[in-house]
């Protein structure tokens, strides 16, 4: 059975940090891109980081350059997000997705995937 689980979101302060996970079952994380996206309340879902399926390219969108950080660890089936400086503009609920194409700036900027997984919601505190 196909699993995408996101976990690390909670309540932080404004300029503080946190860390996204995403745990991938049923399939080879290893051949599939992955990508996380945020859903701001009466926004569209907005791709956030993109990372190739070897973890050598990655897409970040201009919103959160400099501030948030992708990483995998293909051996954990994981992936990474780390929040770092945020903002309360930054207050969502994180999706993690994984897809076959090769390209991390397709994923992100098209966001469509194969595999989605539930969201977690990150809320940031002024």
């Known amino acids: 059975q196909v699993q995408v689980v996101e976990s690390g979101g909670g309540l932080v302060q404004s300029g503080g940090s946190l860390t996204l996970s995403c745990k991938a079952s049923g399939f080879t994380l290893s051949y599939y891109t992955v990508g996380w996206f945020r859903q701001a309340p009466g926004k569209e879902r907005e791709g956030l980081s993109c990372?190739?399926?070897?973890?050598?390219?990655?897409y970040y969108a201009e919103t959160v350059k400099g501030r948030f950080t992708v990483s995998r660890d293909n051996a954990t089936q994981t992936a990474y997000l780390r929040l770092t400086s945020v903002k309360a503009e930054d207050t969502g609920v994180y999706y993690c997705?994984?897809?076959?194409?090769?390209?991390?700036?397709?994923?992100?900027?098209?966001?469509?995937?194969?595999?989605w997984g539930q969201g977690t919601q990150v809320t940031v505190s002024s």
């Open positions: 997705a994984a897809d076959y194409v090769r390209i991390p700036t397709t994923m992100c900027v098209h966001k469509r995937a194969k595999y």
């Open positions: 990372i190739s399926a070897d973890g050598g390219t990655t």
